[in-house]
């Protein structure tokens, strides 16, 4: 009797142990927790809203009515639509980013006792960046509508829509360049790169009218696909090389996230 009861103890241990949570732990529940913590941070939120509008005011409030080369659209709407890409871009990145303060106050060692699996939770991490992008991408469109730049609806949606899915390449920029630096850290050299690969991917002005050679320059970087794709519905250009560039770097940040993240893993 005892040793048939002392099987049935180690088969719902066994049982227990294997035990996992539907989806990897996906859940609504944990996910708005993550989103009204990411909205709490109001620093994220202001450089993510402000700092975009500044630099509109900056770069194109002055020559917003300007038309650009062919005559089809103004430098205003041109430079809406990029430094909403920027906004998205940058939301996103302080959001995977805020994994690094996560480890510093041992939120993420929690998290690995539970039955969370890892891939759900850089799930979560990636949907609640596209929440706050989304947010930015919104944000910017009536902050240039109050500029007096306003974009038809089709080409509103659809650079929209670009920008936004494509914040998931700085998404998981954000998340390796959180698991590889210090939380002290993280936003303070991050936010100037972002502002660097801004310029150089065309975000700021137009690179044509910077030369060649930074032509040349911007179409190695991985703000330059994404912002051309932006940009489509209004310039009615398209190359799938664009899309090859943000594809490539999505690839190169998601698999750097990935071993960062297996690296800090390891040290628990």
């Known amino acids: 009797m005892s040793t048939t009861t002392s099987s049935q103890e180690q088969r719902a241990a066994i049982n227990l142990v294997d035990r996992r949570p539907a989806r990897g732990g996906i859940n609504g529940t944990f996910l708005w927790i993550e989103i009204k913590r990411l909205l709490r941070n109001r620093r ?3 450089f993510t809203i402000a700092v975009p509008a500044i630099f509109f005011a900056v770069f194109g409030l002055s020559n917003k009515d300007q038309m650009l080369p062919g005559g089809q659209h103004s430098y205003g709407e041109y430079i809406l639509i990029s430094l909403t890409v920027y906004a998205a ?14 480890r510093a106050q041992g939120w993420s060692r929690q998290l690995r006792l539970t039955p969370l699996q890892p891939g759900a939770y850089i799930t979560i991490k990636a949907i609640a960046a596209l929440v706050m992008s989304f947010i930015a991408v919104v944000a910017q469109f009536v902050i240039g509508a109050l500029f007096g730049v306003h974009l038809d609806a089709g080409t509103m949606i659809a650079a929209g829509l670009a920008a936004w899915l494509g914040s998931l390449v700085f998404a998981a920029l954000g998340l390796m360049a959180g698991y590889l630096m210090p939380s002290q850290n993280v936003m303070q050299l991050l936010g100037p790169a972002l502002a660097i690969l801004a310029m150089l991917g065309g975000l700021f002005m137009p690179v044509e009218i910077m030369g060649d050679t930074f032509v040349q320059i911007a179409k190695w970087t991985p703000a330059y696909g994404i912002g051309q794709i932006a940009r489509s519905p209004l310039t009615q250009e398209w190359d799938w ?4 560039n943000a594809a490539v770097w999505l690839v190169v940040f998601v698999a750097g996230a990935a071993l960062a993240f297996r690296r800090d893993t390891k040290r628990v």
């Open 241 to 244: 090389l664009w899309v090859l």
């Open 89 to 102: 871009m940058t939301s996103a990145t302080a959001s995977g980013a805020q994994v690094a303060v996560e």
């Open 44 to 46: 994220s939120l202001i």
